[in-house]
């Protein structure tokens, strides 16, 4: 798991031809500082860098909050047409995501958002993923404490912010950390959705280091190593949370 990790790195310090030579060379002779500063200077990292973590935050928001609400409803409400409604979000779980590409662009088209910081973040707001994770996390809770709060007179929104999500709060962290995952390494939709440079995230800015005909890689491993430390670093400090959202997954439905 880690020989791409180190590659990646061994290359971006090394010359153009020294990445395309036969057989390929281990490790650079002199380490090419050079392919960072001139990778910097092509590519605006620093809007790269704000777009990216502005639709991190802004998908994360919305994906946790809207998840938890649905997640709540189906595991814990009683309402006609539950069964089919959860069906529908696990039948949607099956679907290829590049399916839903066509309507979610005429719909940003239509609201007048092309090119823009929201279209990177409405398609993200929906997550049928979350949906699922977080009815496994309210699902274990005890019908006890909801009962004693339904005597006690408090209303469905009361109990939801009140007494569920903060004991849903586990959950609610590992949904965070896999959306922002899933959104920060989202190439597709920033590519066709954002034209301009200065409104591509990192994932797509670095599509255009990569050429028709040629591809200088050391330069376009060097752009990928100054995108990908944000998500080494927030994958080693909640690793474990990671771990808790994949075993919870995988529980009884």
Do not use: H
């Amino acid at each position: 798991m880690v020989v791409p990790f180190i590659w990646m790195i061994l290359t971006s310090g090394k010359t153009l031809s020294e990445s395309m030579q036969i057989p390929p060379s281990i490790l650079p002779k002199n380490f090419q500082w050079e392919n960072f500063k001139q990778v910097a200077s092509i590519l605006p990292f620093g809007n790269f860098y704000l777009n990216t973590f502005l639709m991190v935050i802004g998908r994360v928001f919305g994906s946790v909050l809207f998840s938890a609400m649905a997640a709540y409803a189906c595991a814990r409400l009683n309402f006609p047409g539950k069964n089919v409604f959860f069906s529908m979000v696990l039948i949607q779980m099956m679907i290829p995501s590049q399916i839903f590409i066509t309507p979610q662009y005429l719909l940003v088209q239509k609201l007048g958002l092309l090119d823009s910081v929201p279209a990177l973040i409405i398609p993200g707001f929906v997550s049928a993923f979350g949906t699922f994770l977080l009815r496994q996390f309210f699902l274990s809770l005890p019908d006890d404490l909801e009962e004693a709060a339904v005597i006690d007179g408090a209303s469905v929104w009361t109990i939801f912010f009140k007494i569920m999500l903060p004991l849903a709060k586990s959950g609610l962290i590992a949904l965070a950390i896999f959306t922002a995952l899933f959104s920060f390494k989202d190439l597709m939709w920033p590519l066709i959705v954002n034209t301009s440079m200065d409104k591509m995230t990192l994932s797509s800015g670095l599509a255009n280091l990569q050429g028709q005909y040629t591809t200088n890689y050391p330069q376009l491993m060097a752009g990928s190593l100054l995108a990908i430390w944000p998500m080494i670093l927030l994958f080693i400090v909640f690793q474990k949370k990671f771990i808790e959202g994949i075993a919870t997954t995988g529980g009884k439905l």
